[in-house]
């Protein structure tokens, strides 16, 4: 496995649109060598699912493929908070991280839905990540978005509720704000809002962003 960090071999992969070859250079022999050897055997078997997942659905519709993603993830995950699985009070996990560990908090899910969302061909223009606070633990939470038009509720892919449902629907959120790659909104209820420009409440992503540019981050992380 060359030594780069996954999300930029993954941007790579999104930003050309997948091809058989691409696919099969990044989940290659020895990338399911290391996964094992770093994560164990159960991870390879996640690992194999997620491949099938990209590769089987190319051709799916959006509603489809939003559906299997959200659903894959929430079965193969389990939740666990950043600071019993990383030591660390805030840690943006890789989708490959996530996959390898088994485990992830909400950040975790939204984020690995997002880019497997993107290798599928799903416009990242639809898609967003939102901060919300959970009303039913009174918790701040992070879910992701796809709407159809710019327009349009949202439907919503939680961890929480495992149900793709349209915002409207989901009494038990309230929207704080949501970007993706492109920046950040201010969320209402029924959209997205205003595009918010030099804001600190993204800073996470940023950070994440700089590490994939500055190759900081490795391909697997050191397992606690």
Not at 39 to 48: D, T
Not at 201 to 209: D, E, I, K, Q
Request: glycine share 6%.
């Amino acid at each position: 496995m060359k030594n780069v960090n996954t999300l930029l071999w993954l941007l790579l992969i999104i930003l050309s649109c997948p091809s058989s070859s691409q696919l099969d250079d990044f989940f290659s022999a020895s990338f399911y060598q290391k996964l094992t050897s770093t994560y164990g055997a159960a991870a390879k078997n996640r690992a194999e699912k997620w491949r099938d997942i990209i590769v089987n659905n190319q051709s799916d519709s959006d509603w489809a493929k939003i559906n299997k993603v959200n659903h894959f993830f929430n079965k193969a995950i389990t939740y666990q908070d950043d600071l019993l699985l990383w030591g660390k009070k805030d840690y943006w996990a890789s989708p490959v991280e996530t996959i390898g560990r088994g485990k992830g908090d909400c950040e975790d899910f939204a984020i690995a839905k997002y880019f497997t969302l993107t290798s599928l061909g799903v416009d990242p223009n639809k898609l967003r990540l939102m901060y919300v606070r959970q009303l039913t633990v009174n918790q701040p939470h992070m879910v992701l978005i796809y709407f159809e038009n710019p327009k349009d509720v949202p439907f919503v892919l939680d961890n929480f509720n495992p149900k793709v449902l349209l915002a409207s629907k989901r009494r038990d959120l309230k929207p704080i704000y949501s970007f993706n790659a492109e920046g950040l909104w201010m969320a209402k209820a029924r959209g997205l809002g205003r595009k918010v420009t030099n804001s600190r409440g993204v800073s996470a992503w940023n950070n994440l962003v700089q590490r994939i540019e500055g190759g900081e981050m490795q391909t697997f992380a050191t397992v606690n």
